[in-house]
């Protein structure tokens, strides 16, 4: 098993930046791509960004050119910087992992085979 767990989220006014932060730990060693997903209430889960061992990077619509992603050197620790945060933006972010293997056909169909429980970041003025 693998647990990850998300830190980082607030509220901030629109234009602003946060930086959300995801530690994994556990059998870390069969996690490959780990990615932050997006939420609404009442809405799907959707990909912010993927970024695998091997430094490939996916990214979804929601914060396309605004936000990054990356991972530090152990591969375990995945962050997502956002900046120029619009209100659209506002729900919660989860971070996913996939176990090596998974084709990203799988997890954008299927989504991550790990969740954490997610951070809410609220963008109001």
Known sequence: QVQLEESGGGVVQPGGSLRLSCSASGSVNYVDAMGWYFQKP???REMVGVLTRGGRRYFGDSGKGR????????GNTLRL????????????????????GRSPSHWSSYGMD????????TVSS
């Not at 120029?84 to 506002?90: G, N």
């Not at 790990?114 to 970041?121: I, P, Q, S």
């Open 42 to 44: 009442g809405q799907k």
């Open 67 to 74: 936000f990054a992603i990356s991972r530090d050197s152990t």
């Open 81 to 100: 910087q956002m900046d120029k945060l619009e209100l659209e933006d506002s729900g919660v972010y989860y971070c996913g992992a996939a176990r090596v």
């Open 114 to 121: 790990f969740w954490g429980k997610g951070t809410l970041v």
